[in-house]
T-cell receptor, first 113, second 112 residues
């Protein structure tokens, strides 16, 4: 079974703080993704990565950056957290060229005060 | 502009009856469609999928129907069970970009 582990399940940060969300996968997938989930909006893609040191913007990259220094690890960075970044953040890996199937972590619930 | 839409935010069904969850899309380049199920405090898990060359795919109690001309797909759960209560996301794959685009989700509640 593919295992995707997100470092923090729950975080509370203050406006302006820097936030790191880390994700590790154990199945050697090239593709890794960061989504955020908000009620009524579903899952929206923030950034994704096809390979080490490669990154591509998704639909809502503003206010975020990412880092992929090793194949198994994909980090999401909020340089200066804002209240509108309060959300559930989901990391995923996979993305078969044929089907796009993804394997998700359990999510990180971030609250920015 | 949402390319994948789930117009019903919630659905309540009696145990043993059929649950029908609907999904509409606008991009004709989508070539593969997936349904994911999400329980609270867990990540989404893959449920069932269908290729754009098919109009039906069945897996146990779950069947997905695809109507390409209407750009519409639906997930049928028969019979519904209380353990099926979750949020269901429809997703579409665009082969050109190798990404999934998700709908807003439908919360299904199956009452005992």
């Amino acid at each position: 079974d593919v295992k995707v582990t997100q470092s923090s399940r729950y975080l509370v940060k203050r406006t302006g703080e820097k936030v790191f969300l880390e994700c590790v996968q154990d199945m050697d997938h090239e593709n890794m993704f960061w989504y955020r989930q908000d009620p009524g909006l579903g899952l929206r893609l923030i950034y994704f990565s096809y390979d080490v040191k490669m990154k591509e913007k998704g639909d809502i990259p503003e206010g975020y950056s990412v880092s992929r220094e090793k194949k198994e690890r994909f980090s999401l960075i909020l340089e200066s957290a804002s209240t509108n970044q309060t959300s559930m953040y989901l990391c995923a890996c996979g993305g078969s060229l044929n089907t796009g199937e993804l394997f998700f972590g359990e999510g990180s619930r971030l609250t920015v005060l | 502009d949402q390319q994948v839409k789930q117009n019903s935010p919630s659905l309540s069904v009696q145990e043993g009856r059929i649950s029908i969850l609907n999904c509409d899309y606008t991009n004709s380049m989508f070539d593969y469609f997936l349904w994911y199920k999400k329980y609270p405090a867990e990540g989404p898990t893959f449920l069932i999928s269908i290729s754009s060359i098919k109009d039906k795919n069945e897996d146990g109690r779950f069947t997905v129907f695809l109507n390409k001309s209407a750009k519409h797909l639906s997930l049928h759960i028969v019979p519904s069970q209380p353990g099926d209560s979750a949020v269901y996301f429809c997703a579409a794959h665009n082969n050109a970009g190798n990404m999934l685009t998700f709908g807003g989700g439908t919360r299904l509640m199956v009452k005992p």
